[in-house]
């Protein structure tokens, strides 16, 4: 999992840490980037470790930007501990669902939709594609409020839409499971920093598994360590006309690999297709502002 200075995190989805690939700017670096695999319609967690003698030190504040935008999570301070003995670690899951903060909403993969309204390409657009979890450092530098009069935001708008032409590659975008309610305590203590410092951050670039192995960044999938689970590791009689378990794996193994070279192949001869016809495309020149962002989702 990718650590910097310490500091440590990773995605979790269906109860596993997800596999990081082309991770950039780790050890020493304050920004570390790497990209994930992710599936539809699929809730992940995103995990955090404060190594114990920065613990000691200095209190924390953990903020989770998804596709570009800042979510309103709980759990977002980490305060000093002088005495600590070991690391503090987390998983940020979910995100209050209004601005009053009487619900939370799980977080999950979704499936991006495009548009070829070519209005998309003047608007400021989500990055969709990133989950980034920025870790800060701050002194005394903060107050309290009750929470229930402290309203802030915004959270996590739920804007799936992009241009078609600035998809390259993209396909998911990060969505939101049922509101769930919550129960807010007669006083809810909520507290303000005023001044902070940057320690580090974690970008996860999440993408299909297959494009991943397609753009080369991924290796060939191969079958999953738990497609074994459920068999018998007793010895036992061998049945005329049946295979060993080593013979059986291995003509698995072949059969599952070369059904993955053929979705390989077939996904490079589709982004081939696109990028010629993409040449051959009369571009289209926008006129945007100067306060207007303009998102690079390459990959």
């Known amino acids: 999992m990718p650590q910097t200075r310490g500091y440590q995190a990773w995605v979790e989805m269906g109860g596993l840490p997800l596999p990081e690939y082309g991770v950039e700017g780790a ?12 599936e539809a319609e ?23 930007y998804l596709d570009g935008q800042y979510a309103l999570t709980t759990g977002s301070v980490v305060f000093q501990n002088r005495g600590a003995s070991k690391s503090f670690s987390a998983a940020i899951f979910e995100q209050y669902g209004n601005l009053e903060k009487t619900s939370t909403r799980s977080f999950q993969f979704g499936t991006l939709q495009l548009t070829d309204d070519d209005s998309y390409l003047r608007k400021r657009s989500k990055k969709f594609g990133e989950i980034t979890l920025e870790i800060c450092g701050f002194t005394n530098d903060y107050f309290w409020t009750d929470g229930r009069d402290n309203v802030t935001g915004p959270a996590v708008s739920e804007d799936y839409t992009a241009h078609e032409r600035a998809k390259k590659g993209l396909a998911h975008c990060v969505k939101f499971g049922t509101e769930r309610p919550r129960l807010i305590p007669d006083f809810n203590p909520s507290i303000t920093v005023l001044s902070k410092t940057k320690i580090c951050s974690f970008t996860f670039k999440y993408r299909h598994r297959d494009l991943l192995v397609a753009e080369g960044i991924a290796p060939p999938s191969i079958i999953p360590n738990n497609a074994r689970a459920g068999r018998s590791t007793s010895p036992r009689k061998r049945k005329a006309g049946e295979m060993e378990d080593g013979e059986e794996d291995q003509e698995d193994n072949s059969g599952v690999l070369e059904e993955k070279e053929r979705e390989i192949q077939k996904l490079k001869a589709q982004i081939s297709k696109l990028k010629a016809r993409e040449a051959k495309r009369i571009r289209l020149e926008v006129d945007l502002s100067d306060d207007m962002e303009v998102v690079d989702l390459t990959l």
């Open 27 to 38: 050890v020493g670096n304050s920004e570390v980037t790497c990209y994930i695999p992710c």
């Open 42 to 64: 699929k809730e992940f967690k995103v995990h955090f470790v404060i190594p114990r003698e920065k613990l000691c030190e200095t209190n924390h504040t953990v903020s989770l």
